[in-house]
């Protein structure tokens, strides 16, 4: 009497699966009764790599950074001007040059800036917008001589701010002083370049004359 029992409970318990085989021609549709599984695609149901949480920069910081991207975008546009019109071929050479460490320090105060919520200038300031201006005014014969010029006091005064900026204050924040630190000694090495560049072309200017 048992053992009918038995078989009664688990006709019954089988009775669901076997309807459901009836109504798909006799295969048994649960997962993995001989069905080859789909592999889920990569990464599906792992926990996604948090980002980490962007933060507010003192303000001493940020306006460096802000700084520090105009610096860049001035390099930038006023060595692809030197490159097309420039007809010395040292100075095309440094332009080419500063537009490779430029990008690269663009990239780098980019980073920073996105982690610090710190939003890249839409434009150029007045003072530089108007070296730009002159640069663009200046005839073949000054070109050179006016592109060296702009290009040495602006990287003077990019030394003087990104020494500034690298030394640690209480109240600052670490990765902005460390952007700052390893930026410098490649500022300081074009700056060298671009003033021996200006003595070249003033002496070869002077014996023309």
């Known amino acids: 009497m048992r053992i009918r029992t038995g078989i009664l409970a688990v006709a019954l318990a089988l009775s669901p699966v076997v309807a459901a085989q009836a109504q798909t021609g006799g295969q048994d549709t649960s997962r993995g009764a001989g069905q080859p599984t789909t592999p889920s695609p990569p990464g599906m149901g792992l926990p996604?790599?948090?980002?980490?949480e962007a933060t507010s920069l003192p303000k001493d910081d940020a306006a460096f950074l802000d700084q520090a991207l105009r610096i860049v975008t001035f390099g930038l546009e006023s060595?692809?001007?030197?490159?097309a019109r420039t007809d010395d071929e040292e100075a095309r050479l440094l332009a080419e040059g500063l537009i490779t460490d430029f990008t690269a320090m663009g990239d780098a105060i980019t980073s920073v800036a996105s982690l610090e919520?710190?939003?890249?200038?839409?434009?150029?300031?007045?003072?530089r917008a108007a070296a730009l201006a002159e640069l663009r005014l200046a005839s073949p014969a000054e070109f050179t001589d006016v592109w060296l010029s702009q290009q040495i006091a602006a990287h003077e005064d990019?030394?003087?701010?990104?020494?500034?900026?690298?030394?640690?204050?209480?109240?600052?924040?670490?990765?902005?002083?460390?952007?700052?630190?390893?930026?410098?000694?490649?500022l300081r090495e074009n700056?060298?370049?671009?003033?021996?560049?200006?003595?070249?072309?003033?002496?070869?200017?002077?014996?023309?004359?």
């Open 79 to 83: 060595s692809r001007m030197a490159i």
């Open 158 to 186: 990019a030394v003087n701010l990104f020494q500034q900026a690298s030394k640690p204050t209480p109240s600052g924040d670490q990765s902005v002083a460390d952007l700052a630190r390893s930026s410098l000694p490649k």
């Open 48 to 52: 996604s790599p948090e980002r980490p």
């Open 117 to 127: 919520e710190s939003a890249p200038p839409a434009e150029l300031d007045a003072g």
């Open 191 to 209: 700056l060298a370049a671009l003033k021996a560049a200006g003595t070249g072309v003033e002496q070869a200017q002077g014996a023309q004359r």
